[in-house]
C-alpha cells in the first residue's frame, strides 16, 4: 500500500513539473512600437494603429476609421481595400475601392475613363468625358484641341480659334485686338492705330494712358508723365506724389528718392518719411503748368 501511495505521489508529482514547464512562455524581446491602444507589437511586426501587421505589409486606414494591411499582389490601400501596384485607386463614392488601370486610365469623379480622355467637372455632380477629335473640355459640351474655350454666359460653352482668335467676355475677338472694359462694366474691343484700352476709350501705343478723374480716359504723349489726369514733362520714372486742380501743381519725386512726404519731401525707397535717416534734404520738384498736350479721349 506504501509503495503504490508513493508510485501516485512521483505521478502528481512529475505532472505538476511538466505541466508548469508548457506554461511557461520565452519572453518575446523587447517590443517593436506601441501601438495606439497602448498595447505593443513584438519581432518582425510594425503597429497600425490598434493592430500589429508584418513590416512588408502597407497599414491603411479605411472610410469606416478602422486599420488594415495590404502586401503581396495587392500592396496599395484603396478604401477599404487593397489593390495591384499596376492600378490607381479612384474611391470616390465606393467606401470599399475602385481603381483604374494606371497605364490606360485615369480617375474621373467616381468612374474610369482613358487616360488621354478629357475628364470634365459640368455638369455636377458626376461631370463628362471628352475625347476623340474634341477632347478639351468646355462648359458643358467639348471642344477641338486647337480652340480656346469662352463659355461666358453659356453653360454649353463657346470656342474660339487659338491661333487666330481670343475671348474677350462672352465672344471672340481677332487675336491682335486688345479687350477692354470700361468703367461702367461693358467690354470693348481697341486694334489698328489705336490698340491700347484707355478708360472707356482706346489710345494710340506711342501714349500713356491718364484715365484718372477721366473716366473717358486722357492720355499722354511720350516724354510727359501723368499726375491727376494731366501731362506733365517731366523725367519718365518720376513719381506723381500730389496735383492741385485749382492751381494745378503738381509735385513730383525723383526714381532715386520716390516716397513722397508731407510738405514736400523725398525720402529714398526703404525709408519712411519719419526715419531720421530720412533728413528731407531731397525736396519735391513743383511743376505749375501742365504740358499742353493733353488729349482727352475721344
Do not use: W
Request: with cysteine; glycine share 10%; hydrophobic share 20%.
Amino acid at each position: 500500500m506504501k509503495k503504490y501511495v508513493l508510485c501516485v505521489l512521483v505521478l502528481i508529482v512529475s505532472i505538476v513539473i511538466e505541466t508548469n514547464s508548457f506554461a511557461t512562455v520565452t519572453p518575446p524581446g523587447d517590443p517593436s512600437c506601441i501601438r495606439d491602444n497602448g498595447q505593443p507589437c513584438f519581432g518582425n511586426t510594425d503597429c497600425c494603429g490598434n493592430i500589429c501587421i508584418p513590416k512588408s505589409a502597407t497599414c491603411c486606414l479605411g472610410s469606416d476609421g478602422t486599420y488594415h494591411s495590404c502586401s503581396g499582389g495587392t500592396p496599395q490601400c484603396c478604401g477599404n481595400t487593397c489593390i495591384a501596384s499596376d492600378r490607381t485607386c479612384c474611391p470616390g463614392l465606393n467606401p470599399n475601392g475602385a481603381s483604374c488601370l494606371s497605364d490606360t486610365e485615369q480617375c474621373c469623379k467616381f468612374r474610369c475613363i482613358g487616360a488621354n480622355d478629357g475628364c470634365c467637372s459640368d455638369p455636377p455632380p458626376n461631370g463628362h468625358t471628352c475625347s476623340g477629335d474634341e477632347p478639351k473640355c468646355c462648359g458643358n459640351t467639348c471642344i477641338a484641341s486647337d480652340r480656346t474655350c469662352c463659355p461666358g454666359l453659356n453653360p454649353n460653352g463657346a470656342s474660339c480659334l487659338s491661333d487666330t482668335e481670343q475671348c474677350c467676355n462672352f465672344q471672340c475677338i481677332d487675336a491682335d485686338k486688345s479687350c477692354c472694359r470700361s468703367s461702367i462694366g461693358t467690354y470693348f474691343t481697341c486694334s489698328g492705330d489705336e490698340p491700347q484700352c484707355c478708360g472707356n476709350t482706346c489710345i494710340a501705343s506711342d501714349r500713356t494712358c491718364c484715365p484718372d478723374p477721366n473716366p473717358n480716359g486722357t492720355s499722354c504723349p511720350g516724354g510727359t508723365v501723368c499726375c491727376g489726369g494731366q501731362c506733365f514733362s517731366t523725367a519718365a520714372d518720376d513719381v506723381c506724389c500730389s496735383y492741385n486742380a485749382i492751381t494745378m501743381n503738381a509735385t513730383f519725386c525723383p526714381a532715386e528718392s520716390p516716397v513722397c512726404c508731407p510738405g514736400g519731401g523725398c525720402c529714398p525707397r526703404g525709408l519712411s518719411c519719419g526715419d531720421s535717416s530720412c533728413d528731407g534734404d531731397q525736396y519735391a520738384r513743383d511743376d505749375t503748368s501742365p504740358t499742353p498736350t493733353s488729349e482727352p479721349a475721344i
